[in-house]
């Protein structure tokens, strides 16, 4: 057992229910699944406040996954919902890119967490509309990182004709 130093507090993105301390902490392969602990707690808020209380910056994700680029592009010009997303990636890119709903999704939350996207509870036409759908929309900052994305291909595709790898003028 090791020693303690008061309550735990409990902490929301932790999917477990906070107890109170009662004055040890056991090791961890002795620890119950999904339980408080003031280590775990420590590691968890000192952790995560440091790195998620620091601000992304547009170069800490490039190069973005490729998913990720074309669901961007994909709310760009309109709000979508994800099947509608699949769908205009799919005809973007004439069917050679098909976004699983898994591949979809997880990227979708990865990008609302980086803040490149945001759902909108604006619906194009609620009356035609099924009320469980999500809406994507891009954010500003979404933008700004698929702009610096497209410049970072393009300096990619010169330098690929540069090196005689793409046909068109050097």
């Avoid at 090791?2 to 009662?22: D, Y």
């Avoid at 800490?60 to 998913?67: R, T, Y």
Wanted: proline fraction near 6%; charged fraction near 25%.
């Amino acid at each position: 057992m090791f020693p303690c130093r008061g309550p735990v507090v409990p902490c929301r993105t932790l999917s477990s229910v906070s107890a109170t301390c009662n004055g040890t902490v056991k090791p961890w392969f002795a620890r119950p699944a999904r339980a408080n602990f003031a280590l775990d707690i420590y590691i968890h808020t000192v952790y995560t406040h440091s790195v998620s209380s620091r601000e992304i910056e547009i170069e800490d994700l490039l190069p973005l996954p490729e998913a990720t680029f074309h669901i961007l592009m994909a709310v760009a010009e309109d709000d979508r919902h994800g099947y509608a997303i699949i769908q205009e990636v799919a005809t973007r890119t004439d069917g050679m890119l098909k976004l699983s709903p898994g591949t979809l999704y997880r990227s979708i939350q990865r990008m609302l967490e980086q803040g490149l996207i945001q759902e909108t509870a604006e619906r194009p036409a609620p009356e035609l509309d099924d009320e469980r759908r999500r809406y994507y929309r891009i954010t500003s900052f979404g933008r700004a990182v698929a702009k610096a994305e497209a410049r970072r291909l393009a300096q990619l595709v010169k330098l690929a004709r540069e090196s005689g790898f793409v046909p068109g003028r050097a």
